[in-house]
């Protein structure tokens, strides 16, 4: 590095062409995505807690059996990776509270960077750490001792991850709507009492009648379905179907919508 | 640059926040290779009217051209870069990251390492922002607008909130880069600030521009005298009518007179009117700011 004379493009005029894709880049991602993964916080509530959730109400469970043979343990281990993975997704997608308070959001405006691009590049930090909750979780599992055929790992695992999609929607939603730092802290306990709801604590069936039926509206619900279904061998509900549909238009919608809102200069 | 637009074009920008006129039918021309200070207190309309020239919000009534198109253009393809007031940084990334990160937005940028050189903050690449002090951040905002090597710089009271070192070093960094061609304007309410880096200031006062000229120019509006006496029953606009006074107030029995010619005044004072208690006094440049900025005293 020169620390005199700097030699500078004075003569030669700059490129000043637009950038391709909006601003998009791989660099900027690896930063973020380095970013994420230094958040003692985000690692706690991701990674390590629904491991020890694991060890703690699954394990106690070995040796017992569903209706078709397979082991409970790999019902809790299915049903704590789409947790993982939403409060994954949740919280990098309402991190975006957190920018707009920091005034992150305002900073960026005055670069090349598309608002789009600025939330293509959220969903998909948001997609690799919930696609990491659901690994590390499988993987605790198996060392545990979980033991299930190839393809109900790889169809859950497909299905818990895909499904936090629309809770990285719901985070983008929360983190539009109210720039908190703190945006996280509020949305956890929500984001447990919907886990509860979503029959990913303990089975939906085991719930007060009311409750079932309350549950099967909550957002939770049909990806918590979809993911154990390949383990269960339970046909997939309808009302599973239209409950994941329903609500990814609903936090997809309702993100985009105070998106161009917040982009909207008054 | 073969460019021959001005570097900015702010006609009759008005901007309302409810029943406040933040910005009141102000217009400006800026010329490639200016460096302009926008003077004036707090609640000028000094940032209201960066945002809108940077196009971070819209004016109610007139335009703006920056570089000959739109702000928005200007900021996407690196023309215009900015250091805003408040904000804007992410505490959890190194300051190293944050560069690279911007830089990572541009289709081309200075390199890295550069600008941090350039800013002065290169020892400090390694440190969280949420542990840098107040300058250090304001240098790290400073390296990010040097990044797309802009042809117009834009800073918002870059210096608020530094002590007196920080602002020195900041502005050698600034004056360090200044490069020719390079048009700068910054908002400050620091005189020696505006007197010191700026070639043009203009003052501003409730939205509305209240005077502007070259750095001499202005000082000239101060390099007169104020002659003050005392005077029941002041004539003003005979006295106004004098060659060589700037304005005359007329407060109570007292008469205060701006001038170029102190002599004249005061002989005129104590020969031709009942005037006594004759003062004479020099005004400098923080009398000419507190009166074109503050009361609308004499106007
Ligand atoms: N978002 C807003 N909502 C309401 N009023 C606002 C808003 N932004 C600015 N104002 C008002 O507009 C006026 C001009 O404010 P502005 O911030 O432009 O002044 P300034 O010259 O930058 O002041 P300072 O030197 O304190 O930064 C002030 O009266 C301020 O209170
Ligand atoms: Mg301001």
Redesign the interface.
Known sequence: ???ST?T???VT????????LG?F?P??LG??L??VL??RRTLAFTLIMPGVFFLIFGLPQGGQSLDNGRPVTAYIMISLAVYAAMVATTSVGGAVAT?RA???S????????RPAAYVATKLITAMSLGLLAVVVEFVVGTAAGVRVPAYVWLLSGLAAWLGSLVFAAFGLFIGYLAPAENVMQIIGPVLAVLAMFGGLFVPVEVLPDVLQQVAKFTPVYGMGVLARAPLTGDGVSMAAVVNLVVWALVFGVGAARLFRRDTA?? | MTSTHPAVELDGLTKSFGAVTAVDGLSLRVQPGEVVAFLGPNGAGKTTTIDMLLGLSRPDRGTVRVLGGTPDDAVARGRVAAVLQTGGLLKDLTVGETVRMTAHFYRHTRPAAEVLERAGITDIADRVVGRCSGGQQQRLRFALALLPDPDLMVLDEPTTGMDVEGRRDFWQALRRDARRGRTVIFATHYLDEADAYADRIVLVRQGRIVADGTTAEIKNLAAGRTVRATLPGADQAALAALPGVDAVEVRGDSVLVRTGDSDAIARHLLTRTAARDVEITSRNLEDAFLALTTAQTGA
């Open positions: 590095m020169t620390t700097p500078r493009a004075a005029e700059p490129d000043r062409r637009l950038p391709a601003g880049a660099g900027a930063i973020e380095r970013r230094r958040n920018e920091l005034g992150w305002r900073q960026l405006r005055l670069t090349p960077l200069r008054v």
